[in-house]
């Protein structure tokens, strides 16, 4: 019997990085449930008590003026309003690639294609020193708009009309008589669900989750999305910063503080990713189906 | 009356266009225009890459992302692919539930995996303070993000956060190999290893290679991962770590935003460059019909 070590092998590889992939998630989960002295103290993934996660949600909220609050609140607004911009913008922009016939069209294709796989990290700085020459830094606008442009998002619905959508179709419609705005309203818009989901999981989740851009163009704290924010936590807090930890600091932000905030500001990606990945799967079944 | 002949979709395209103009092409082009001038706006020639090249901080920076790229793109290669290939031996619920557990963390990007990190990086708290200790040595935090260890622990962030994602990539990729050629291998007498290695490895090389190239070209720009161990570590890891790190204190504590363009253009010649590589050599990305 060879069969058997190895399929014990194998299990025993994959659950050693099971380990390593999900513990420091339920670490987090448990964290805020625990007194700061008890994340030193008790098992580490243990569960501490409701009172003390309500307790850890209180200061955390009262953090200078409930900036917590805030903070998820401009995260929600910089990401939504950006990825309805992506989604207006990057559905008709992939059709007109994908069936249009107009000088330059393959010359556009290419350029997106090159600044979708340009890592986004590396616009940021020319960006601030555009935003920086035309003053235009310090606003709300000065955020949704860069996140706006979302070259992924054109190539999505680009690859998905060139694919799935029969040019037939279109020609049908025309002889019937429709314009070419009433041919895509009436055709390829209703079939742009599945690449509509796509990019609005890969466009909120790159919003969401920036640190750099909106760092270099806002300078109010007021003003910072959740990822900011919490680089702004980390740094008054005496538990990684000793030196807060003087002068009778009042801020009450500790260790599960940290983890708490940490933990809310994943949620909206969470349960993203959660949504996303049986529509993502689905989506790719219904694709193998109809072949 | 049919008016003027507009070419067709055309006018599907112009909204994205300003998008386009306004923040890729414009910003690249004023970063070229910055990076060969001087602050008076007269023409500098190579003098802005010569003097941040001379700078002390800019050759250690390079260094520092350059071994943390290549620790973790030798993680991703080999773990990835290897992960990928043992889910990928028999399809059923277990390999499913691990795809997830492994897909999980990917929901923690940005500050919050470095927070997360931190947390399990402190021996007085973290669940791995075990190995901590017996394996690092380390008794204290500070011992941990002790500055030999960062290129480790951001490959190790970044491949915690990243490697599910890429798991599932290739999953699929695997899934497209047609059943036949993998039943004709086994009736042939293949042991499952070399029909891993020899039959299902190289018919996933281009995604591998897309893999590689993409995540290089991100490698060198890490910035928030230094930026908050910065921030924990009261000075004891530089400001400057990375590059963009330190094109970002050019720009921001020097106003020196010809320094900064500079680096930012160099950053960006090895971002066009694996785009470029991906584009002519994957044959993964389509630009014609």
């Known amino acids: ?291 | 009356m049919r008016g003027l002949r507009v070419p067709r979709g055309l006018p599907f395209v112009l909204p994205y266009l300003p998008f386009l103009i306004v923040f890729g092409i414009a910003p690249t082009i004023y970063a070229l225009d910055l990076a060969f001038t001087n602050a008076t706006g007269g023409w500098a020639w190579f003098h802005n890459f010569v003097r941040t090249f001379d700078d002390y901080r800019f050759v250690p920076a390079f260094k520092h992302i350059l071994l943390y790229t290549s620790v973790w793109l030798a993680m991703l290669v080999v773990i990835v692919v290897g992960l990928a290939l043992l889910l990928h031996g028999r399809a059923n619920r277990v390999s499913s539930t691990f795809r997830f557990i492994f897909y999980m963390p990917g929901a923690l990007a940005g500050a919050a995996s470095v927070l997360v990190w931190l947390f399990m990086l402190d021996p007085v708290v973290s669940p791995g303070r075990f190995l901590l200790q017996h394996v690092l040595g380390a008794t204290l935090f500070a011992q941990s993000i002790a500055p030999g260890n960062l290129p480790f622990i951001f490959a190790m962030i970044a491949f915690w956060t990243g490697a599910g994602g890429w798991i599932v990539v290739m999953y699929g990729a695997l899934n497209t190999i047609p059943h036949d050629l993998e039943e004709a291998a086994r009736i042939d007498g293949a042991s499952p290893i070399q029909i891993a290695l020899r039959l299902k490895l190289p018919l996933i090389r281009k995604w591998i290679a897309y893999m590689v190239i993409l995540s290089f070209a991100t490698g060198t720009q890490l910035f928030v991962e230094p930026q908050l161990v910065n921030e924990a570590s009261l000075g004891l890891v530089p400001d400057t770590w990375s590059p963009n790190q330190l094109a970002y204190q050019l720009a921001f504590r020097y106003a020196d935003f010809n320094g900064a363009a500079a680096i930012a253009v160099d950053l960006l010649f090895i971002g066009l460059v694996g785009a470029f590589l991906i584009v002519t050599r994957t044959g993964l990305f389509r630009t014609d019909d």
Request: glycine share 6%; with cysteine.
């Open chain 1, 1 to 291: 019997m060879l069969r058997l070590p190895a399929l014990t092998l194998r299990l025993a590889i994959l659950s050693a990085f099971a380990v390593f992939f999900a513990v420091p998630v339920l670490w987090l989960i448990l964290a805020p449930t625990k007194a700061d002295s008890a994340l030193v103290t008790a098992s580490p993934l243990s569960f501490g008590s409701f009172h003390q996660l309500s307790l850890a949600w209180h200061h955390l909220d009262r953090f200078s003026d409930h900036i917590y609050r805030r903070w998820i609140y401009n995260s929600l607004y910089y990401a939504l309003s950006a990825t309805a911009i992506t989604l207006a913008v990057s559905v008709p922009a992939g059709y007109g690639l994908a069936f249009g016939k107009f000088p330059g069209r393959r010359l556009l294709l290419s350029l997106t294609l090159v600044v979708m796989i340009i890592p986004a990290a590396a616009l940021v700085l020319p960006i601030f020193l555009e935003l920086n020459a035309m003053h235009l830094l310090g606003r709300s606008l000065s955020v949704i708009l860069p996140f706006s442009f979302f070259p992924f998002g054109v190539y999505l619905a680009y690859i998905y009309y060139a694919t799935a959508l029969p040019p037939g179709l279109l020609d049908a419609a025309r002889v019937d008589g429709c314009s070419e705005v009433q041919t895509f309203v009436r055709v390829a818009l209703p079939l742009a669900k599945p690449v509509v989901a796509l990019v609005f999981f890969f466009s909120f989740v790159a919003d969401w989750n920036n640190f750099f851009l909106p760092l270099t163009v806002l300078a109010d704290s007021n003003q910072y999305p959740i990822q900011v924010g919490l680089s702004d936590l980390l740094s008054s807090t005496p538990s990684f910063n000793p030196a807060q930890g003087g002068g009778g600091q009042t801020v009450d932000i500790f260790r599960p503080e940290l983890a708490l905030a940490t933990l809310i500001a994943i949620v909206p990606v969470a349960i993203v990713f959660l949504v996303s990945q049986r529509a993502l799967v689905r989506g790719l079944v219904g694709g193998a189906v109809k072949e």
